[in-house]
């Protein structure tokens, strides 16, 4: 029903979703700045960060909670 409370996730569930969203960014991101933006290790990190937060907090994880609470 609309206006019913949504009952948060355990920390089990947002963590698992948190390790979901971060593994296929963190795996391919820093490989294609190397490949494609620059090569220093320091500058790589620092943009892949730039770019991962971001995706995660305000993409990856509400739309993860947002299905996830549509299931419940």
């Not at 409370?5 to 991101?29: G, K, N």
Request: a positive charge; proline letters at 10%; hydrophobic letters at 55%.
């Amino acid at each position: 029903m609309k206006g019913d409370p949504v009952s948060s996730p355990s920390r089990h569930i947002i963590t698992l979703f948190t390790f979901t969203a971060l593994l296929p960014l963190v795996y391919f991101i820093p490989p294609w700045l190397k490949e494609n933006v620059i090569d220093n290790h320091f500058v790589i990190t620092v943009l892949a960060l730039v770019i991962i937060v971001p995706v995660v907090s305000y993409i990856a994880l509400p739309l993860l909670l947002k299905l996830y609470n549509a299931n419940v």
